[in-house]
T-cell receptor, first 116, second 115 residues
Framework: GAGVSQSPSNKVTEKGKDVELRCDPI?????LYWYRQSLGQGLEFLIY????????KSGLPSDRFSAERTGGSVSTLTIQRTQQEDSAVYLC??????????????FGQGTRLTVV | KNQVEQSPQSLIILEGKNCTLQ??????????LRWYKQDTGRGPVSLTI???SENTKSNGRYTATLDADTKQSSLHITASQLSDSASYIC?????WGGGADGLTFGKGTHLIIQP
């Protein structure tokens, strides 16, 4: 596609349920990032995928959060046993790297997650 | 620890006025610095990108400066318009030469333009 696509755009879930958020990066982009943005807050890094390398999971807030990237393309962020504090906008970005410096990160529109 | 600090946290100015947003960083080794604009309910969109050797770069009414020695950047908005109301995010990139890199985000400056 022309840009980074995220789905769903909005998700309301009950506390304790699991949710899956999807990100389709720009074709050919080797780097993929997940960020979380709580209301009125800045972007909080969650996880970073680069090609076939092991992902940088240092930003995941708890073991309830996990992410995978299949085939180096689509990524899924899974939150298990959701809590109300998980409510936020989850943003995905992709970037062309692989030796090319100074490339721009393109963001999706985000998934707004509300845990009730 | 790599950090990006932005100031002010929020700013309200009248339409037509100029303003300057600040970004200080401790990211190392530095590769480049970007300013993003994030409209409410949208994903961030890149405004400018500067590498180590660039001191200033313009994009319409937006002018970014970079002082790599003091690790400071600023974003100057000239003749502000109502559509400039948004969050402005400073992002610093690290490159380790092998193509793998990371982005460090500031928390952003929330700018409100009043008519």
């Amino acid at each position: 596609g022309a840009g980074v696509s995220q789905s769903p755009s909005n998700k309301v879930t009950e506390k304790g349920k699991d949710v899956e958020l999807r990100c389709d990066p720009i074709s050919g982009h080797t780097a993929l990032y997940w960020y979380r943005q709580s209301l009125g807050q800045g972007l909080e890094f969650l996880i970073y995928f680069q090609g076939n390398s092991a992902p940088d999971k240092s930003g995941l807030p708890s073991d309830r959060f996990s992410a995978e990237r299949t085939g180096g393309s689509v990524s899924t962020l899974t939150i298990q046993r959701t809590q109300q504090e998980d409510s936020a906008v989850y943003l995905c970005a992709s970037r062309l790297t692989g030796g090319q410096l100074n490339t721009e990160a393109f963001f999706g529109q985000g998934t707004r997650l509300t845990v009730v | 620890k790599n950090q990006v600090e932005q100031s002010p946290q929020s700013l309200i100015i009248l339409e037509g006025k100029n303003c300057t947003l600040q970004c200080n960083y401790t990211v190392s080794p530095f590769s480049n610095l970007r300013w993003y604009k994030q409209d409410t309910g949208r994903g961030p969109v890149s405004l400018t990108i500067m590498t180590f050797s660039e001191n200033t770069k313009s994009n319409g009414r937006y002018t970014a400066t970079l002082d790599a020695d003091t690790k400071q950047s600023s974003l100057h908005i000239t003749a502000s318009q109502l559509s400039d109301s948004a969050s402005y995010i400073c992002v610093v990139s690290v490159d380790w030469g092998g193509g793998a890199d990371g982005l460090t985000f500031g928390k952003g400056t929330h700018l409100i333009i009043q008519p």
